[in-house]
């Protein structure tokens, strides 16, 4: 019984040190993840961005809700992570020839009497004009990308198996971003990923604009605001968007319950 007590004595004592070990990492990693993002809500500025990435991955959990605590917004965290991932892989997508990138939107962008039908490659636009979708889809294909609507986040792991991309753009809500752009750039393939300005789960809404300059981005200087011919057609594209009459607002209310 003596021995047996001993060696008890020794394995707590050993979990015991572990466990200090362990709150000691966890501690330091979230100091110094801390560190980048205090230096992100003062500057704007990355500092050192795949090390920051690594860390916030690996204390997101605590770090959600210690910036909770002192009044930083629950979305802070995932909209920085992503604008993060964002900057460090536009050198490498600007440099992908457009034919070998892929543009993914959400079926939630389409009209909500969207006559699409579904195919093995996702939706399939068949220029109806309810929506401005199929102009989007007609900018990226004149260019040479590839252009996807998404039913679901399967899909894109289906077509890069398939198509064997070389870069990848998406739209989404904040948290598909966030674990798409993830996964994507697990996969060796840069990515951009551009938000949603209006969520939900049917007749969302985007900034054409930001998209577009994504999808034609060959250079990382290059800014649709510098584009006027471009720029405009993002505002008539943005346009389709809107009720044309009063009936239609009425569709639209009752499809979705509600704007969102």
Known sequence: MAVFGIGLYHVLGALGVLTLLGFGVLTASILLSLIPIIIFIKTGGVVVPKVTLLLVGLVESPLKH???????????LPNMVVEIRNR????????????DRMIFLPQCLRHP?????????????????RCGIYRIRDFANTLGCGFFIAPGSTLIYRMVK?????????????MEIKEGSEAVASMGLPVQAVMLERDGCVDTRIDVSRLLEVIKARDTKYRIS???????????IEGLWLPKNANDLGVKVLKTGGFR
């Open 162 to 174: 398939k198509y064997r991309p070389k870069a990848i753009a998406g739209v989404g809500c904040l």
């Open 66 to 76: 210690l910036l909770w605590f002192f009044g930083i917004e629950e979305g802070f």
């Open 226 to 236: 510098d584009d006027k011919q471009l720029l405009d057609t993002a505002k008539e």
């Open 113 to 129: 009497e969207c006559p699409a039908p579904l195919t093995p490659d996702g939706l399939k636009c068949v220029s109806c004009g």
């Open 88 to 99: 460090t892989y536009k050198p490498a997508y600007c440099a992908t020839e457009y034919k």
